[in-house]
């Protein structure tokens, strides 16, 4: 059974319309997870004599390293649910055609359930714990107790991945939470209060007691017992498609008539927004990208002048990556309709392209407070803002109409299928629209100086509003010729 849904997955894959893009895109990862594998690796083997070093110089005041690492574990458990939620899908996006088949249905849930524990996500903590193990045996540490400590990590993590599945259904409780542990983490920074000082012996407790690890199977194992049960729940053909009762609502957005017969798709995209939940989250972690820019206010990152460029891009363009990676396929159920009505391409690209200026320029009004690390800052965040509204927003209508990612807008996180704001394909995207605004920095920021490094990205960015009409002409072209491949692609049902 196993091997014919393997087999069913892999057909899936290989007769996709997007098959090439798809391909590209696996490749990518493939040399993305190498990268990870590597670097968690290295950090499992060095981390512990990294901390030992610290401790003998004063840096940190603990008795030995895997006090330390257990002290912050719970940062790491954290980081793993926010992780899973943001990135992590359930990988049933064909679960529906095999309700049609004689498939039981305790069959289908198992593989879906197992295709979870057996994804990267689970994997690449042990490319960490497993070497750091090690290391602990050779340096003397008791060996049932590190096997015990070691075997508590695995069924936590396990444990965190069949929790996902629920926390797939609670959009409500998952940024209080959050905002709840940015707390824990702050009030730690400038102390106030330390969470580390409770969850360390916790955490020392299995390595003390070899045999607590019982502690994390009970719970991984009650996580799975529930995962199974709930999807089995859900496992029905109208399960998502069914009609929710809800109270009417009208929005005035009559101010927008007066962009003309584009004011049509834009009410259109702000209703999607304000009433489709994949939506909206990408709406929302749009704007969280402001704040990127605070992960380089450091003397590692602070040197680097073309970081500023990169933060720059990034803060003021979250949500032109983020929902404008994703056009046209947020209208990809009623794509043929929209063709059946011969719809302008220019009128509906222009109107996508005005929602996300607007949002860039709101962006880089919210990002005025980056002026107190100093000018050189606030002038890469305007030098990327007028980079992405002239030439970035073009960029990523041109990009589009290669991506043949069909969305359905009528699937929540109730249901079986992703509903993700981010996806590796919409972040891998994102790697030409971020490399030529760097070199052209370094191009004259080397020769010239800093200032002319940023005027030279800005002045792109203006050239790319003035020739605007010529590279949308271009863009109108390519959609055109990407017509027919992209409606077969979108009626492909996954």
């Keep these: 059974m196993i091997k014919h849904f393997i087999n069913l997955e892999w057909k899936s894959f290989f ?75 359930m990988p049933v996006a064909n679960i529906k055609p095999l309700l049609y088949l004689p498939f039981k249905k305790g069959k289908i849930v198992n593989y879906a359930l197992g295709k979870t524990v057996a994804s990267f996500f689970n994997l690449l903590p ?106 089995i729940k859900q496992l029905y053909l109208d399960q998502g498609l069914k009609a929710v009762a809800q109270e009417a609502t009208t929005e005035d957005l009559s101010f927008l008539d007066r962009f003309g017969k584009l004011s049509t798709y834009l009410k259109n995209d702000i209703k999607l927004i304000k009433r489709n939940k994949r939506a909206k989250m990408t709406f929302i972690m749009g704007f969280f990208f402001v704040l990127y820019g605070l992960f380089f206010m450091n003397d590692l990152y602070s040197s680097i002048n073309g970081m500023k460029v990169f933060a720059g891009l990034f803060c003021t363009g979250g949500f032109l990556f983020s929902f404008g990676g994703l056009v046209p396929s947020w209208d990809s159920s009623y794509y043929k309709l929209m063709m059946a009505q011969n719809i302008p391409y220019r009128e509906f690209l222009l109107s996508k392209w005005w929602l996300m200026v607007a949002a860039t320029v709101v962006s880089t009004i919210l990002c005025t407070f980056y002026l107190y690390f100093g000018l050189d800052w606030w002038f890469g965040i305007l030098a990327g803002a007028v980079y992405n ?12 109409a290669f991506v043949k990612t069909p969305i359905d807008l009528m699937t929540t996180k109730k249901a079986f299928g992703d509903s993700k704001a981010f996806n590796a394909k919409t972040l891998l995207l994102l790697i030409p629209k971020l490399v030529l605004p760097v070199v052209i920095y370094y191009a004259f920021a080397l020769t010239i100086n800093e200032s002319a490094g940023f005027i030279a990205i800005a002045a792109t960015g203006v050239l790319g509003l003035l020739f605007r009409n010529k590279i949308f002409d271009m863009i109108e072209d390519i959609y055109k010729n990407e017509k027919y491949d992209t409606i077969e692609a979108y009626s492909q049902k996954n």
């Design 15 to 89: 007769r996709s319309a997007a098959f090439k893009q798809n391909l590209a895109i696996k490749i990518l990862m493939a040399f993305g997870a190498l990268y990870m594998i590597v670097a968690f690796g290295s950090l499992g083997v060095g981390s512990y004599f990294l901390i030992e070093e610290s401790i003998e110089e004063g840096k940190i005041i603990a008795n030995n390293p895997f006090e330390v690492v257990n002290r912050f574990l719970i940062y790491w458990v954290f980081a793993d649910i926010g992780y899973r939620y943001v990135m992590q899908k």
């Design 126 to 231: 042990a490319f960490f714990f497993i070497p750091f193990s090690v290391v602990l045996i050779i340096q003397g540490y008791s060996v049932i107790g590190v096997i015990g400590w070691h075997l508590a990590m695995l069924f936590i993590t396990l444990a965190v991945n069949f929790l996902n599945v629920f926390m797939n259904n609670m959009d409500r409780v998952f940024y209080p939470v959050l905002a709840v542990i940015a707390g824990l983490g702050l009030s730690q920074y400038y102390g106030i209060f330390d969470i580390t000082l409770y969850t360390q012996p916790v955490f020392m407790f299995f390595y003390e007691n070899a045999w607590a690890f019982i502690i994390p199977l009970l719970l991984c194992v009650a996580a799975g017992y529930y995962a199974y049960h709930y999807f």
């Design 389 to 400: 509204i002239g030439f970035n927003s073009s960029v990523v209508l041109w990009g589009g």
